[in-house]
């Protein structure tokens, strides 16, 4: 069966190690917590499509898979990217004052015009919580950010992380703020868009094959 959507986008999952990302990555493609966590051999990608405000789009998300344990993560993951997690651990301050730095990492090295949600991850260990919903709430509105506290254990508000975000780019896409042919925009139209175009329009050079802008 051949997949069919209007848009597709290129995710990251990013923040310091043991945050949870690729828990929250594995939440969203298989609905189920991820009980071993292998730190070398992780999940590095995953896709799916949603269903966003009448559109269906294809995620197409690429976790570090331990990459960030070593300050490795590479320019190369960055590229491209339409949209990204920022994660950090409610119960760890130090992966919240990370944030900066993976923030000005993400937009300078991925597009200018990234979307990025920050995730406070782990929301069931309330108990044993070091950073608030006030504070991260305040970085979130200086920074710019989106911002919701997950759980990637009972599922709480990981579906809603990723449409929020595809949400949001959606909204950017239509009022023209981001423009899926510029490339590197991590966008791409799908073969339901493209139909659409070649119908409303003249354009005869968005073929399926030269869509590709990522
Ligand atoms: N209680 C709880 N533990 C979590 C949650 N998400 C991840 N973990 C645990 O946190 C650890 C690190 O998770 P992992 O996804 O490997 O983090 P990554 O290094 O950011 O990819 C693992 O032991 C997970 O089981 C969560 O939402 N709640
Ligand atoms: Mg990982």
Known sequence: MSETYDFLFKFLVIGSAGTGKSCILHQFIENKFKQDSNHTIGVEFGSKIISVGGKSVKLQIWDTAGQERFRSVTRSYYRGAAGALLVYDITSRESFNALSAWLTDARSLASPNI????????????????????????????????????????????????????????????????????????????????????????????????????
């Open 115 to 214: 979307v990025i949600l920050m995730v406070g991850n782990k929301k069931d260990l309330d108990a044993e919580r070091e950073v608030t919903f006030l504070e991260a709430s305040r970085f979130a509105q200086e920074n710019e950010l989106m911002f919701l506290e997950t759980s990637a254990m009972t599922g709480e508000h990981i579906e809603e992380a990723f449409l929020k975000c595809s949400n949001t780019i959606l909204a950017k896409i239509e009022t023209g703020e981001l423009d899926p042919e510029r490339i590197g925009s991590g966008i791409q139209y799908g073969d339901h868009a493209l139909r659409r175009l070649n119908r409303g329009s003249a354009r005869t050079s968005a073929g399926p094959d030269c869509a590709c802008k990522i």
